[in-house]
């Protein structure tokens, strides 16, 4: 009797110490994986208010941006979609259904103030994932998944911007949110796969000249260096995206690499194995095997390479493992010949992320760190647990269909007309002079406020 009794007392000592058990994760076992990943959504879910009376349906709200909302019900639905539990479908229709917008484009009146291409897009992404994963369309008087995702690209294509840097869009949307002069690759490059995918999905090849496009602008102004393939951030466009590295922010995101390299993957596929996107995804593929190998750390472990030895990780990044995990998975769906590559990898990673999920006190919070053999950063959050999430359940992808397309198994309707984009353009991308004045009235009074209150408490 003495065994069972000093295995409770250790396993005492271990949470007394914070030196966390984990779940221990069988990355071939699909029980396994599924088992964990309830867990792990069960407690991400513990963060959405979104569901509560007099609550938005759709936002998880601070510290967590629209943005990353919209990707967490893209995590839900592969969560659905891999584990057949349908526990989150309804809020996930429902959160889905409610942020679309006036114009059915995911362009909701509450989000203007920081409405940037990438934010709409990644609502877009998981609408596509919806469409492809044949997730139980909405009734038919609501808009459906892939006529939201034609919507989004019909409002960005007439965004794209001959004014400098030789096109691309701009990070944001309207000119008077900050960040409106920075052009960069996830705005683009999410603008690249969400076309990459419509073309597949619908067949038109409209969408793929645009994809095509999107890509060629990309490398143009070196955001991918294509002889490293390393995946810059952006460039400030009022040095015209210059040769000379001025302006440029060179920072290197997993989500940057992972959103092109999954578009280059819907690319290969749809141009039925082209010699052109396999080069490009064998580039990007060795480009991304930075992200496996954290300084001083075990091999062939995801982690965020800019921010995470530092733990210097804003909210947005600590959720970018969980796209690049989603986006790996989709690689090797429709470029097989990808699966040697990035299973191990994925497969390690997901063992390690889950020995960092039994954390907090309900033993169920994740951390950011998977390279800390089971120790806790002290992390926690809707980003760590959709990254956990994401690298699990992707564990599951081998041996699943091929996304749906409109011909083969797809059920969702179209519209290439979606989004009325020259609404939308028309009304809301003027600044009128009384919000002008009203902003300018707004600093000046803040500027007083604070001028005061510093003198008030500097005072002796
Ligand atoms: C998950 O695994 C744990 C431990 O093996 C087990 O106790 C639990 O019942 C499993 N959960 C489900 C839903 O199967
Ligand atoms: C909202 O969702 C959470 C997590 O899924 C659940 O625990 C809670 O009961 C739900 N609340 C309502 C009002 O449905
Ligand atoms: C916009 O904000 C208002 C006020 O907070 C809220 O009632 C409404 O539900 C929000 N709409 C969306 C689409 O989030
Ligand atoms: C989801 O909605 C459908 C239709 O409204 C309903 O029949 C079903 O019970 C709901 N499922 C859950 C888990 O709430
Ligand atoms: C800006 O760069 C584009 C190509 O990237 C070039 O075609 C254009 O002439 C440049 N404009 C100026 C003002 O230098
Ligand atoms: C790509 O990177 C290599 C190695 O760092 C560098 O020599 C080259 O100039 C870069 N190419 C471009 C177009 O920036
Ligand atoms: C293909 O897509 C383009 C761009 O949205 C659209 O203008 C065109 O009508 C579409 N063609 C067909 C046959 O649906």
Not at 139 to 150: R, T
Not at 299 to 314: L, V
Request: charged letters at 15%; a neutral charge.
């Amino acid at each position: 009797m003495w065994f069972p009794l000093g295995l409770l007392w250790l396993l005492a000592l271990m949470q007394y110490l914070h030196l966390a058990i984990g779940y221990e994760l069988d990355p071939l076992d699909r029980y396994s994986i599924s088992n964990v990943s309830q867990r792990v959504a069960y407690k991400m879910m513990q963060y959405y208010p979104g569901n509560q009376t007099g609550q938005a349906p759709g936002i998880f709200g601070e510290p967590i941006f629209w943005w990353q909302s919209g990707a967490v019900f893209g995590g839900l639905i592969d969560y659905w979609y891999y584990t057949g539990d349908a526990g989150y479908n309804n809020a996930t229709t429902e959160a889905i259904l409610f942020q679309v917008g006036d114009d059915r484009n995911f362009m909701p009146q509450n989000q203007s103030h920081s409405m940037g291409n990438d934010d709409q897009c990644f609502w877009a992404l998981t609408a596509m994932s919806a469409a492809e994963k044949v997730f139980p369309d909405p009734p038919p008087d609501q808009p459906q998944w892939v006529a939201l995702v034609q919507a989004v690209f019909n409002s960005q294509v007439v965004r794209w911007n001959m004014e400098n840097c030789g096109g691309g869009l701009n990070w944001q949307v309207f000119k008077f949110n900050e960040g409106y002069e920075y052009k960069n690759t996830i705005s683009n490059g999410c603008f690249f796969q969400i076309a990459a995918r419509l073309a597949r999905y619908t067949g038109n090849d409209t969408y793929a000249v645009w994809a095509e496009k999107a890509w060629d602008w990309v490398e143009a102004v070196r955001l991918i260096n294509t002889t490293t393939w390393e995946v810059f951030d952006g460039h400030q466009t009022k040095t015209n995206c210059s040769k000379t590295r001025q302006g440029l922010d060179d920072k290197r995101w997993t989500y940057n690499h992972g959103i092109l390299l999954a578009g280059a993957a819907y690319l290969y596929n749809y141009s039925k194995g082209a010699d052109k996107w396999k080069n490009r995804i064998n580039g990007l593929l060795q480009a991304s095997d930075f992200f496996f190998q954290p300084p001083g750390g075990p091999a062939d472990t995801m982690f965020e390479a800019m921010c995470e030895p530092w733990r210097t990780c804003n909210y947005d990044q600590r959720s970018f493992k969980a796209y690049f995990s989603r986006f790996l998975a989709l690689t090797v769906n429709l470029a097989p010949f990808t699966a040697k590559h990035i299973m191990p990898k994925l497969r390690n990673s997901a063992i390690a992320a889950a020995k960092h999920c039994a954390n907090g006190d309900d033993g169920n919070n994740c951390g950011m760190q998977w390279t800390l053999n089971g120790q806790w950063d002290g992390m926690y959050g809707v980003g760590e647990q959709l990254s956990a999430l994401e690298t699990i359940q992707n564990c599951l992808i081998g041996g699943m269909p091929s996304p749906a397309t409109q011909k083969d198994r797809g059920t969702s309707k179209g519209d290439a007309n979606a989004g009325d984009a020259r609404k939308t353009r028309g009304k809301r991308t003027k600044v009128t002079t009384p919000q002008k004045v009203g902003a300018a009235l707004a600093t000046i009074i803040i500027v007083i406020i604070v001028v005061c209150v510093s003198a008030w408490v500097a005072m002796p």
